[in-house]
C-alpha cells in the first residue's frame, strides 16, 4: 500500500548545529504536511507544501517540497534545545485522502 | 476558535479489563474525527475515522471498536484489553469537505498501560 517513509529515524546534534530530515512517498502527493510533537506531547501542524519545488520558510526551519511531488525535506539551522521533539511529514492517502503519517524523526539536542 | 478534548490523560488497566476513551470537539460542525495509537518510539498508526455520526471506519483488525454518538463526540472502546494495547491514543479531527490533505488537529492524547 501507500507509504510515507522518513530518514533518518533518530538524529542527535550538538546545540547550534543544523538538521535535515526527509520524507518520501511510495506516490505521488497532492501536498505534504508537516508536524511536531514535543516529548510527552501531541503533534501540532507546522506547515503544509502544496506546489511542485515549493519552499517555505519559518524563521529557523525550512520545508521543501519536491519536484516530482514525492519528496519533502525539513531543514532546521542553528538548532536550539526547544526543536527537541518528533518531527512527522504526512500525506493524503491517494484512495481516500486520509492523511498518512511517516514513522517520524527524533531530533535531540546535546548542550 | 475550534477545541479538541480528550479524557482521561493517563490510566493503568489490567488485561481483560474494559476500556472507554472519550473525545470531544468544539467549535466546528460535522468534522471528521479520528483516533490514532503512537507506540513508544514509534509512528502515528490511524485505527479508525468517521466521517459522520455512526459511520465508523477501521483501519486495522483489532480488538478495539469506535463509536460516534454525536456529531463531536468520538469514543474508543474495547471490551478486553490486552497488553499489546499499551500505548499513546490520540483522537484527532479536521475540517470536513476542505481541500484535499486538510489539516489534522490532534487532541492532548491517552496514555494506556495496560498491565
Known amino acids: 500500500g501507500q507509504q510515507v517513509m522518513q530518514i533518518p529515524q533518530y538524529q542527535h546534534v550538538q546545540e547550534g548545529e543544523d538538521f535535515t530530515t526527509y ?7 497532492s501536498n505534504i504536511q508537516w508536524y511536531k510533537q514535543r516529548p510527552g506531547g501531541h503533534p501540532v501542524f507546522l506547515i503544509q507544501l502544496v506546489k511542485s519545488g515549493e519552499v517555505k520558510k519559518q524563521k529557523r526551519l525550512t520545508f521543501q517540497f519536491g519536484e516530482a511531488k514525492k519528496n519533502s525535506s525539513l531543514h532546521i539551522t542553528a538548532t536550539q534545545t526547544t526543536d527537541v521533539g518528533t518531527y512527522f511529514c504526512a500525506g493524503p492517502r491517494r484512495r481516500d485522502d486520509k492523511i498518512i503519517f511517516g ?6 539536542i546535546l548542550p | 476558535s475550534q477545541t479538541i478534548h480528550q479524557w482521561p490523560a493517563t490510566l493503568v488497566q489490567p488485561v481483560g479489563s474494559p476500556l472507554s476513551l472519550e473525545c470531544t470537539v468544539e467549535g466546528t460542525s460535522n468534522p471528521n474525527l479520528y483516533w490514532y495509537r503512537q507506540a513508544a518510539g514509534r509512528g502515528l498508526q490511524l485505527l479508525f475515522y468517521s466521517v459522520g455520526i455512526g459511520q465508523i471506519s477501521s483501519e486495522v483488525p483489532q480488538n478495539l471498536s469506535a463509536s ?6 468520538f469514543i474508543l472502546s474495547s471490551k478486553k484489553l490486552l497488553l499489546s494495547d499499551s500505548g499513546f491514543y490520540l483522537c484527532a479531527w479536521s475540517a470536513i469537505g476542505a481541500p484535499s490533505g486538510n489539516t489534522i488537529y490532534f487532541g492532548e492524547g491517552s496514555w494506556l498501560t495496560v498491565v
Open chain 1, 23 to 29: 520524507c518520501n512517498s511510495s506516490t505521488t502527493l
Open chain 2, 68 to 73: 460516534r454518538p454525536q456529531d463531536r463526540q
Open chain 1, 103 to 108: 514513522k517520524g524523526t527524533r531530533l535531540h
